[in-house]
């Protein structure tokens, strides 16, 4: 199914949102603008709110972190098909995006990466 109404903006912004939902509901942590601007390839996101601390996202391996996430996103998402669509515009991209596509797809829900804090441990919520 192809969604032309989608550009690749947009379909960038979907995937981040995806990501940045997950990361808050599985562990409420979410994407900083500076995490959400790394995925997007630019500065793109400048909601002005306040930091106090550090993203719990940047340390470590921010790629394989972030393609954790979208294994979640991708769960809590799988009745959306303008979600998996917009993920296959970037899977061949040489970008943060791309790689992240790519490495998710080796994943399995619940493998976390070493060095992410989390506030909770034990993987995604059980949906239903």
């Not at 409420?28 to 995925?39: E, G, K, Q, Y």
């Not at 970037?90 to 060095?115: H, N, Q, Y």
């Amino acid at each position: 199914m192809v969604f032309p109404y989608m550009t690749l903006d947009e379909a960038r912004e979907l995937i981040i949102s995806g990501i940045n939902y997950a990361a808050y509901r599985e562990t409420d942590f979410s994407l900083h603008d500076s995490d959400m601007n790394r995925l997007f390839g630019s500065e793109h996101y400048k909601s002005e709110r306040p930091v106090y601390e550090p993203s719990a996202w940047a340390e470590g391996d921010f790629e394989a972190k972030m393609a954790m996430l979208l294994v979640w996103a991708n769960e809590l998402n799988r009745s959306m098909p303008a979600f998996m669509e917009a993920q296959r515009l970037f899977e061949s991209e040489d970008s943060v995006i791309g790689r992240v596509i790519r490495d998710s797809k080796k994943r399995k829900a619940g493998a976390i990466v070493p060095g992410t804090k989390f506030a909770r441990l034990q993987g995604p919520k059980k949906l239903g």
